[in-house]
């Protein structure tokens, strides 16, 4: 599912910002904060899968770690369906 939005659904501005640039800066901060900093908050140690962006790039967030938080699956399908960026309707 993730690949099929990522190449067909996912605007194409959107996708020249995730490049290998931005795998590394996911790689090496998932290492860092190698738990579900949400699941953190109720107790709860998972691990992390994903690496969020609090302000969405195309809001004007950035790559700084103070923009980024790692969460599980689970969590960032959570925010990301309250936030409504990706399931909105066009």
């Known amino acids: 599912m993730d690949a099929y939005y990522n190449k067909y659904e996912r605007d194409p501005q959107t996708r020249k910002r995730y490049d290998r640039r931005w795998k590394r800066i996911r790689d090496r901060y998932i290492s860092e904060y190698p738990l579900c900093e949400e699941c953190q908050k109720y107790g709860r ?3 992390a899968e994903e690496v969020h962006h609090i302000i969405p790039l195309s809001k004007g967030g950035t790559n700084a770690d103070s ?9 960032h ?14």
């Open 45 to 47: 140690l998972t691990p």
């Open 77 to 90: 399908s959570s925010i990301t369906a309250r936030e409504g960026e990706r399931w909105a309707r066009r």
């Open 67 to 75: 923009n980024l938080m790692s969460l599980c699956k689970q969590c």
